[in-house]
């Protein structure tokens, strides 16, 4: 089974930086569509974005502009680059990725267990 293991969460002042890793246990060149979601307690999970192999990259319209999704292959690892957070970026985290095209759907089999960002005011 596919391994995902983020980290790089933590707390930061508002207009701070944090940069996640997603490192997978098995080639992400297998992996051909990857991404970040997020998600707040009690509320519905939330697509931040997706990089495919070609790195076609997707965000979601809230973190455009300051955040960057990428991805290193030969270290079978996923990032996310986020700048100028806000305290509504505040959640945990989660890196999903499926061995296939990524789709309209955002269907992804693969979950890391999370790791949360809180951004304070």
């Known amino acids: 089974q596919v391994r995902l293991v983020e980290s790089g969460g933590g707390s930061v002042q508002a207009g701070g930086s944090l940069r996640l890793s997603c490192v997978a246990s098995?080639?992400?060149?297998?992996?051909?569509?990857m991404g970040w979601f997020r998600q707040v307690p009690g509320k519905e999970r939330e697509f931040v974005s997706r990089?495919?192999?070609?790195?076609?990259?997707m965000y979601a319209d809230s973190v455009k502009g300051r955040f960057t999704i990428s991805r290193d292959n030969a270290k079978n690892t996923l990032y996310l680059q986020m700048n100028n957070l806000k305290p509504e970026d505040t959640a945990m985290y989660y890196c999903?990725?499926?061995?296939?095209?990524?789709?309209?759907?955002?269907?992804?089999?693969?979950w890391g267990q999370g790791t949360q960002v809180t951004v304070s005011s």
């Open positions: 999903a990725a499926v061995g296939a095209l990524c789709d309209p759907q955002l269907n992804f089999p693969f």
């Open positions: 098995i080639s992400i060149t297998s992996l051909y569509c």
């Open positions: 990089i495919d192999l070609l790195r076609n990259t």
